[in-house]
């Protein structure tokens, strides 16, 4: 079985926990083993979301999980890129992981949209869903659901 990373940073976008269980859920279809790396708080809103660990299964804490990261150890990166922090960790993670990634980058003001695209763009290979969203995930879930059909 594959295995996927979710990336979680400061869940202040309310577009955020919502799309994470979307694409927990999306990838477990797909046979991935879904792990959740989360902030603390972006843990307590998944845990609040999905209670009984129906779609989130397996979850850890972002700092921990990039002390313990190895190359090769997941097969699928995917990480949610709505603040610099959150395109900062996204590369590092990247860059350790060295697998397939996604950025979901997302972000209300279209400066700050383009400033996050080009940061993960500039520093990755990775396959980049942006939009402009905050408070509706459709036009996130639209794109990430056409990207997940090249995987």
């Not at 869940?11 to 799309?19: A, I, L, R, W």
């Not at 700050?112 to 905050?134: G, P």
């Amino acid at each position: 079985m594959k295995k996927a990373l979710i990336l979680l940073g400061c869940p202040e976008s309310p577009s955020q926990t919502p799309m994470a269980i979307y694409v927990a859920q999306k990838l477990a279809k797909m046979d991935y083993d879904v792990t959740v790396a989360s902030t603390p708080s972006a843990a307590k809103l998944l845990e609040v979301s999905d209670p009984e660990e129906y779609y989130v299964k397996n979850k850890t804490d972002i700092e921990s999980c990039l002390d313990g990261l190895e190359k090769g150890q997941y097969d699928l990166l995917v990480g949610f890129v709505h603040k610099d922090a959150a395109a900062s960790y996204f590369i590092t993670f990247y860059h350790l992981l060295e697998c397939e990634s996604i950025a979901l980058v997302f972000e209300k003001d279209n400066e700050l949209l383009e400033e996050f695209v080009k940061m993960v763009d500039e520093n990755t290979d990775s396959k980049i869903v942006a939009v402009r969203a905050f408070h509706n995930p459709t036009p996130l879930r639209v794109k990430f659901d056409k990207v997940l059909k090249d995987l």
